[in-house]
């Protein structure tokens, strides 16, 4: 039985749709800079405000009110309308339209942006005070859309990173946001400087992998992990982080050391034991794979890596039904999961259902995965030819 990598995503970058600084880059940028879509249109965040709203009889109610003043400019040749009640929304855990405010601050009515002229407007929004995200201000124009980070810290540091060499404990915080941002180029030249300085430092070692995966060069990137000191771990999210980059690049071992101290602790969310019953599984450590993963699904966790890794288990224990109940729904999940596609025909095969196996190693085609899987099914639809 071919037993297939889990390719487990770090970050799915936003598309690109406006650039910073004339480079187009993801879509999430940070208070202070110059945001440019292909159309000329640019606009940047000035300055983000938000306390308590107080309501009309003098008391507190569990909302708070955020006011936001950002500069809009026209380098381009088309003339832009601009709602500022439709096009532009706050992101915490949920959204919040920009609304009218009861002082008239805030810029309520549409407005004309023409070639060579710029406006400066504020907007105002009510929020739930409990939802304690950084919040982003999306904008939308025509089919794009960019957001823009409202944490003046984060402003502050990007500046001073262009003027100057940031401390560790800043590199690491603008590294972080940048990587979380899906722009590790620029992550890359925050952050190395910073781990030339401090090389057995673990946050930067771990940030340091994760730049050098994003940019398809995994040997570098195990280069760092492998400096990583588990016992050097001391947060329950950095454990997390190192061990998404440890599994995906086939280092369970250091995925597991990061992640058993809190289990044993019982401080694992979800993801988290998920992932530890995967490290385990390429570990051959099966009896504990399916300790974790067993009562997550029987509890109707849906993540199609889980049950593909059951299916190899219940395959492992040859229950083939059951590894094949398993991949099916990995598959119902996921249609362009490939190693649950591929590994389900194999099932199908050894139930001498070869049409279904085809259809399985034929669909495995048609998403195109990597190389090492799409061979695999072209060769079992080889052997399998009438």
């Known amino acids: ?52 709203y107080q309501s009309g009889l003098g008391g507190q109610a569990k909302q708070d009110e955020i006011y936001i003043n950002l ?11 601009i709602d500022p009640l439709k096009d532009f929304k706050v992101e915490l855990l949920n959204t919040f339209p920009a609304q009218q405010d009861k002082e008239g601050k805030a810029t309520k009515a549409a407005f004309n942006v023409f070639p060579s002229t710029q406006s400066r407007i504020d907007l105002y929004f009510k929020v739930e005070s409990e939802q304690q995200a950084t919040p982003a201000l999306i ?53 190395r400087p910073a781990f030339e300085r401090e090389p057995t430092n673990t946050r930067l070692l771990m940030q340091m992998a994760g730049v050098e995966d994003a940019g398809y060069n995994p040997e570098n990137a195990s280069f760092y992990l492998q ?3 588990p016992g050097n771990i001391s947060s329950q999210s950095e454990a997390f982080a190192i061990s998404k980059i440890a599994v995906k690049l086939g280092f369970y ?26 490290a ?60 649950a596609q591929f590994n389900l025909g194999v099932g199908y095969f050894k139930m001498q259902r070869i049409d279904k196996a085809r259809e399985c190693w034929e669909r495995v085609r048609v998403i195109r995965p990597d190389s090492e899987t799409l061979q695999a099914a072209e060769e079992a639809l080889k052997a399998t030819e009438y």
Request: charged share 20%.
């Open 1 to 52: 039985m071919r037993q297939l990598i889990i390719f487990f995503l770090l970050m799915l970058p936003v598309a690109p749709a406006f650039a910073a600084s004339g480079e187009i880059v993801g879509g999430v940028f940070f208070m202070g800079e110059d945001v440019l879509h292909p159309s000329g249109f640019m606009l940047a965040v000035n300055e983000f405000t938000r306390r308590p």
């Open 71 to 81: 500069t809009l400019v026209n380098t381009g040749v088309r003339t832009f309308n």
């Open 139 to 191: 904008f939308s124009l025509e089919d794009s859309a960019v957001k823009i980070l409202c944490d003046t810290n984060l402003g502050k540091l990007l500046q001073k990173s262009e003027e100057g060499t940031l401390n560790t404990d800043e590199a690491i915080q603008l590294g972080q946001a940048l990587i979380d941002a899906g722009r590790f180029s620029e992550a890359g030249k925050i952050v």
């Open 227 to 229: 400096q990583i000191n």
């Open 253 to 278: 071992s250091l995925a597991i050391a990061v992640l058993e101290p809190f289990a044993g602790t019982g401080r694992l969310e979800t993801p988290q034991k998920l992932l530890l019953a995967r």
């Open 280 to 339: 385990y599984y390429y570990e051959n450590r099966l009896v504990e794979s399916e300790q974790l993963l067993s009562p997550l699904l029987n509890s109707g966790v849906a993540d199609q890596f889980a049950w593909f890794t059951m299916g190899n288990l219940n395959d492992k224990k040859n229950d083939l039904p059951g590894a094949i109940e398993a991949w099916e729904k990995a598959v119902e999940m996921d249609p362009d999961y490939a190693e």
